[in-house]
């Protein structure tokens, strides 16, 4: 029958692989033949129990899809013309490598920024690259993606607690976040619970595939989500539904947090949030009084623009005070993995110097996501876990802003750019202005499976193995402390490589030392960070074999055990004083969205329609995937999504090209016309691109990346923006929307006109980004007075307590240092560590042991010696006590008595022998052997005559065979 | 909704099927009951019954997905579509024979040995023929009336309408050829003669059944079909296919020659006209019909396909498997 | 007897069309050949008064099914264990199937060779079977939501029995008379369950 393949015929094996086309990653088992990927299918007994999706399910026709970049391309024509010349993989990094080595030289290391998208790669190694290079312009998309979340969480509560353990939850809140188009095996999840009894609240403006299973839905007005926010954490906390022994235990300021939300009525959000006062109590009500429950956390906290973080911070208080953090059935705060390397262990950071720290774009504004808001949140972690989250995608460079720097030179130029899995056009707000960052950047590089528009524009393209020819690991940005793995089915294809091979050669070619770089593949890296654990295993794919997957012991109530959260003060802080220090209020204060029609209104004049963009949809994945015809001819054409009302208003029918458009452009889009969304509202998918046009045809709008494009939409400017994380504006934004005309059919290139700040009226940069106006300033803060440390150690204002500087340890009121990760003592002068079997201090870097009075402790055999003329312990008569070894010894032999076990321990061997005797005992046959005539003994000193000798012996050696 | 998977070539092969079979039909009536010996008359008749079956096969051989499968139809027992194909090659065998024993007719004397040798069994033929012709027509119209998923073909009226457009266009075939190739004098003239006036007549009575039978299958479908089978009627009688429904296939199809034949009888008009009129209208009603195969869609079906995007499109075939572009 | 049906439990599709790129991949169709299409006919009602259903559908592998009698070569075949399949190498591509189907659930492809279009359809993954009789059909296995459930009609104690015994199921076009083998559980819509 056709074209079947057999996974079942000899020769075929079954690699257990994981899924690399969404954070799922979900379990995949690729059965190969003669190094050929033949099948593939989901893991039944992995996470998603054999569940796959439309992307998971492509892989194999990502793998051998004819447009994908198999070479390293040199760009031989104009920029964007197409045309390539094929060179060595090694050739492209040693040109990549000098180019950028001279920028440098010319420029300074931060002319040279990275730009990620979301996790196709292994971001430490990114890091470790920039690091030694001495750039802080590395960045991804981790501001619309999890980051200012995490961060508002962490200075709240001391980690984010975005691991829900749901199987003992009441009720689960999915707020802005569907995963039934976007995570499966979660969607799974929620879908038995919830026959199991489990209540489902779903905020989302459209009636999403998981709100049409949802027991509440609030259809929102999109970007009103900080409004709702606050009411509802005004109603649990006026109506009394929150935790009060919780609160009067861990939580700090609450009555200030009381007073602060009391405006924040539900007949205050209201007209904000187009839902009935009535609405939002209910959803406060099902939430605060079905304990334990669960937030889940969504994308769309961290793409509201100037609403962002405050939402975050708000839903952050909405678990504290509800008592829902790290207890059974809540939302469990992982913290950082103690017991294998995190991801900040791999980067390096210690190799970037603070002048160049200072010099990250964007940092002076959006300090919460970059280097000053992280060196607080990570210091502080450093003191209570004793570890901390990784710099990459929680301290970055804010992306927007380096594309702006490439145009403008503001603050300083930026004339090199490496995109690593990306397409900024099209993952980036703004998109007209980061098409022409592209274009004007000196030097691009891109790493890539597609041509996409970007590689089209960049100087060098390199080949980038994905899925099925990597192997991977799943530590959630290196932000929680389980780990899983998958092997790679088989190793790259033609010239490609890994991100991490690609980092690895570039830091090699730019001259960074070769002792920085002791991984060649990413196997050895990952045992490398798997190796603390103590595992039986002697390389990865044994991890992965025997293990797949690594759980800590569950432990929940871990603040409980740490007798305090890990913020600064110990308790939840209702009024974060990180957050404070950084200039930011440290209570959620309302602000609306980007753009409303409460602040601007003569903006909702000329556009009156609410759009709201990003969400994802199967089955695509944010711009990937429109290459595979498989997966494109179920899904062909873009499509928005409007209200019949508003559809029979506009005179447009279902299937109609529209333009929707912004103050700062227009896109084309097919209508959907479905009452799943408010009249007033129009929902417009991200990432469409046209990978099958020709892209040197028309490079005011390569492959059709700007024409549909919902990022052309969106607005980066400063104002837009969220003061504290730096998302920019992709939800709740003004727009209108009309139908195609025949003469106005055509997507032109006036259409693609760029400008900064965003706005199709006035081409061309008319406000540098610099002189463009935060939309909240920062207030000056200043630390309340406390005693000076002494030297070597600092003091934190929030405790009063002392750390040591650098190893960020307590100094305790014994006078003893704490280790905040292990809890033991150290000496506060030598940091040797107090050993309390041994009762002794050990230098852990060179294993040392010392004695109190840090004096060096001798051990010979592993039995410690005394020297000196008195033995410090019973010597039994027939041993001889040598002083200057401080031992007993057995005549003039070498061996050491032990006094713990009673035997003569050879140091040289570790062997025992007896101590009358000196004999050798024989461990195989349980026999004592006098060296010197062969003669054996049992351990009564009765000689064993030699047949039995010999039938002791063949016995042992039987026993061994059969072992 | 996925539809029209018979398109063009079953159209033609229902047409030309239900005429060959027809004109079987009818000559081997005439040649054996109503006028033995008119055999000779329709010689070009059966000629071109051999055609159209001929090139209805063709056609239907060439619409097969895998043709070099098609011996296989012999070997199974029951299915409709066997029996058709059965028929045929009767029908065809048969009245090959019969023809070739009259071909002398062309004046070829070398066929006059074969002639000899199949005159004894041309009634035997001709009457294997003319059943076979009749199960021929029959079948085109069972066919589809058996595919009950396509409510408008789902009707014991199907088949009445099949056969009697297919008699229909049959006279019409036969007034436009009968006595071809013969240089008919005296008798023989004589029994043309009556054969036409006998095929004129009847192919008038035929018309007027067909308008009664193809009213009654579509109005009684719009008035009280299912839901599907009204959809399609009403497309018929008020809809798309309106204008086709009732200026070609009524007005033009049936209308039209019915008054030819009756008010012009002994015309050009009546005789070369008005049956031309009848064979467009029978290849119309077979257009109309295998176009009309409506399923009930399961709810969301029609809505799922129409967003799908036809195979011609760039994205399909952009990408060669096998060709690496970079 | 084994009997094998399938269960599809709409209250658990999201309409994710995962099993539709499973099923495409796994069996390598070409492009314009769906299996098992998940339609819809979209959000109905008022705002934010609105449900939505999402119908899977694929092969119903009728007891009685109108697409195997009709088939001239007898390419198109019932194994006992009710699955319907096609023996491509019999089929000579005439279409009466695809036609005689009422679930539009079989087609041949118009991207293939001319002279090579057979008509394909859902064997409820026969090759899998046949290699391994424990195995679910592949847009079974691959269902994160399991609204697909696949097993033994015949067998009081399979997971399809105990569903179909227990629960309020329907199927499709059963007026026909084709015995359809596909039960669907419906959607109530949100937390009406």
Redesign the interface.
Known sequence: ????I???APGVEMRKSLCYFCHANCGVLAYVKDGEVI?I??D?NYA???????R???A??HL????????A?KRVGEKGEGK?E?IPYDQAIAEVAERLNQIKAESGAEAVATAGGTTRTDDWARRRFMNQFGSPNGFHNALLCWIPTFMAETCVAGWSPFETDLGKAKVVMLWGMNP??SS??A??GY?DL??AGM??IVVDPR?S??A??????L?LRPGSDSALALAMLRTIIWEGLYDFAFVRDWCQDFDALREHVRDYTPEWAAPLTWLTPDQIRTAARMYATNTPGCIQWGCTWDQLGTASTTTSLTLALMRAVCGNLDVPGGDGMPGPALNFLTDEEMEANECLPEEQKAKQIGSDKFKLTSWPGYTLISDNARRTWGKTLPAEWFCEAHGPSVFKAIITGDPYPVRALIVNATNPVNSYGDAKMTLEALKRCEFLVTVEYW?TPTALLSDY?F?AAGALERPTIVTHYGATDSFLGGKRAIQPL?DRHTDMVFWRKLGLACGQPEKMWPWETEEEAYYHILEPLGLPIGCYEDFVDNFRMYYPPLHQNKFVANGGFWTPSGKVECDSTILRELGYPGMPTYMGCSENEVDDPEVAERYPIVLTTGGGF??YHHSEH??M?????????P?YTL?P?LAEKLGIAE?DWCWIETRRGRIKMRA?V??????RVVYVPRGWW????DGSADLSNPFGCLESNTNVLTSVDVEDCDPMGGSWANRGLLCRVYRCTELDHEYKAADAQWSIPGSAAEPGVTVMPSDQKMARPHAPFEAPACEEAPEGFYRVWQNGQLYQEGTHFRLDESGWLVNPRTKGYHDAYTGWRYDPDSELLVDDETGTCYTMDREEVVFRGGVRCYPGPAAPYEVPEQLTWNAEGGFAQLADRPYVYDPASGWLVDPETGAYHDAYYGWLYDGATGNLVDEATGARYDMEYNPIVAEEAAAAQAGAASDEEGA | MKHHYWEAPIVIYLFLGGLGGGIFFLASVFDLIVAPGAGPLFFAPVFFALAALALGCFFLVFELGQPPVFWRVFTTKTAIIKWGAVLLTVAMICGFVWWASYLPLLGWQWAAGLAGLLAPVRSLMIGLAGVAGFGIMVYTGVMLSTLKAHAFWATPALPVLFTVSALSTACAAIALSLGGAVDAAGLGLLVEELIREIVHEVDIVLVIAEIVVLLVMVLSFYGAGNVTAQKVAARWVRGRTAPLFWGGMVGGGLLLPLALYLAGAGTAASEVVAPILVLCGGLLLRYLCVYSDERAPIPGEERYYERLKSSDTRFMTAWKQGENKY | MTRYVMVVDQSRCIGCQSCTVACRTWNDLPLDIIYNPVVSEGTKGTFPEVYRTWTPTQCMHCANPECVPCCPTGASQQDDDGTVWVDYAKCMGCKVCVNACPYGMRDVSHVVPRFDQYVRKCTFCRDRRAADPAAEPYCVATCHQRARVFGDIDDPNSEVSKLINTTHTERLFTELGTDPQIYYIPEMGGGAR
């Open positions: 029958m056709g074209n079947e057999d996974i079942h099948k299918e989901g039944p998603n129990q054999g569940g796959l999706c439309c998971g399910n492509s194999l026709l051998n899809h004819p447009a994908r970049i198999n070479h391309l390539w094929k039934g188009a499966l095996g969607m799974r879908t919830q026959k209540k489902i009636f595939e998981t049409s299973k949802a027991d509440l839905w259809p041509m393209v080949p033609y199967m089955p429109f290459q015809p498989a997966i494109r001819y179920l899904y062909p054409d499509y209200n009302e299937g959907n479905s009452p799943e969304i408010h009249p046209f990978p099958e046009r």
